[in-house]
């Protein structure tokens, strides 16, 4: 992957942060320490809102010691440099979406659920904290001078179209916004998939730059409008469930006393229940919300479309099983 930050670029986002920076008050100068965190959401969407409960949790069980200045979408780092900018310590703490960085990290396309994946709440907690991968994640990261946080877990991830999928058939030729393993999985189909950050999908979708899109779950379509200009719900999830990581700059953790550590490590905790209660509730909502604005479901997939669903999805599988030795660690674990 070219490389994403040349020196001219990182001047201009360090320039963008400080700008961001600006408005700490007073209370924050106290702070012993000060933390830059960027997460994918604009202000004032439903996710933006759990991220930033995370960074008070931070600063309110630190007794004020940390303050955590919080990014949103498209304030001072884009959405594609994350995973650079906190290798390098621009940034500080990070919640990334992984095929995003597909280039960088090949272990994070399978660590976020690789299409056709189970994904109840049970069987991630199993597949994490007693099957191996947190382990693997901790390693493979920390080689990328990050550590790895407590994950967390989001809904399926479905795709929006604006015409209606008749039948696996109609997907071909489609332009689809769908970034990593989803990418590849969509290509399977003979889609052309397009690799876009959020923040740019409902003008894409709007002036046709694109025929369609996943989000990282149902709740993304809602937040993002795009009902509005995309009006079909394919009712097979390409992915039943999401694992997203947070991340820290290396350097930054090893100045942390052990104890704000410890307030780090429970609050990305707590991040995580949240974001399961959360989003369980957030999703029927949101569908809910779409249909109001005129959403349809495609009809139902018939049993020669769910085996060629379930075709593209092992053959990617078996792409990324032999990415890098991360992957294939995971893939393995995982079967």
């Known amino acids: 992957m070219n490389r994403l930050w040349s020196t001219a670029r990182t001047k201009i986002a360090a320039s963008l942060i400080a700008v961001a920076g600006m408005g700490a008050t007073m209370e924050a100068m106290a702070a012993d320490v000060t933390w830059r965190f960027t997460n994918l959401y604009s202000r004032g969407t439903a996710f933006g809102d759990v991220y930033q409960s995370f960074a008070d949790k931070i600063e309110a069980d630190s007794d004020g010691r940390m303050k955590i200045n919080m990014l949103y979408a498209g304030e001072g780092v884009d959405t594609k440099g994350i995973i650079s900018a906190t290798k390098s310590g621009l940034l500080d703490m990070a919640a990334p979406f992984q095929p995003m960085h597909a280039g960088e990290i090949p272990f994070g396309v399978v660590e976020v659920g690789l299409p056709g994946s189970n994904g109840s709440l049970e069987e991630l907690n199993q597949l994490f904290y007693e099957k191996g991968w947190s382990d693997v994640l901790t390693e493979a990261y920390d080689r990328h ?76 379509h809602r937040d993002g409008n795009f009902a509005e200009v995309a009006k079909f719900m394919y009712p097979l999830p390409v992915s039943s469930a999401q694992a997203l990581p947070v991340l820290v700059n290396k350097n930054a953790w090893k100045k942390l006393p052990d104890d704000l550590k410890e307030v780090v490590r429970n609050a990305a905790k707590w991040h995580a229940e949240q974001q399961a209660e959360k989003s369980a509730l957030w999703e029927k909502e949101a569908v809910a919300d779409m249909e109001k604005q005129g959403l349809t479901w495609s009809p139902d997939a018939s049993d020669a479309d769910q085996a060629k669903w379930r075709d593209a999805a092992e053959a990617v599988w078996a792409h990324y099983g032999k990415t890098d030795k991360y992957s294939s660690r995971l893939v393995e674990l995982m079967k």
Do not use: C, H, M
């Open 145 to 220: 001078n990050l550590v790895w946080l407590a994950p967390y877990f989001q809904p399926g991830v479905y795709v929006i179209t604006k015409e209606k999928i008749e039948s696996i058939e109609d997907f071909k030729g489609l332009k689809i916004r769908a970034p990593g393993a989803y990418g590849r999985f969509f290509r399977e189909l003979g889609a052309s998939p397009v690799n876009l950050a959020w923040g740019e999908t409902y003008t894409s979708l709007a002036t046709g730059v694109i025929d369609g899109t996943i989000g990282s779950n149902l709740i993304d």
